[in-house]
């Protein structure tokens, strides 16, 4: 039997790309672990930062960062997210040796 690959092109871009032809992108048929790894490592940094911002006082800061520190969480935590789908949809096809 079979498992159908859901995802209608082997490289599905990330949903952060701006541009037409876009340079970042998942290799749905990598192996899911390392795709979990990846998605990981970005929710992770994510969430690192939103720790230490949460420890720190704002009084010091400058207005322009708020908007570079909410665009790098969008990044990191949208890359995590389109490459946790990946890794969902790879383990739902996924079959056990027998």
């Given at each position: 039997?079979?498992t159908?690959?859901?995802?209608p092109k ?15 992108i998942?290799?749905?048929e990598?192996n899911?672990q390392d795709i979990?790894e ?5 929710i ?5 930062l939103?720790?230490t911002?949460h ?12 908007p570079h ?5 969008y990044?990191?935590t949208?890359?995590?997210?389109d490459?946790l ?5 790879r383990?739902?096809?996924?079959k056990?040796?027998?």
């Amino acid at each position: 039997m079979t498992t159908l690959n859901p995802f209608p092109k082997r490289y599905r871009p990330l949903e952060t790309n701006l541009t037409d032809t876009p340079p970042l992108i998942i290799d749905t048929e990598a192996n899911p672990q390392d795709i979990l790894e990846a998605a990981l490592q970005r929710i992770r940094a994510s969430s690192e930062l939103l720790q230490t911002l949460h420890c720190q006082s704002f009084k010091d800061g400058d207005v322009e960062d708020i908007p570079h520190i909410t665009h790098a969480l969008y990044l990191l935590t949208q890359d995590g997210c389109d490459l946790l789908k990946v890794a969902q949809q790879r383990m739902l096809n996924w079959k056990a040796p027998a």
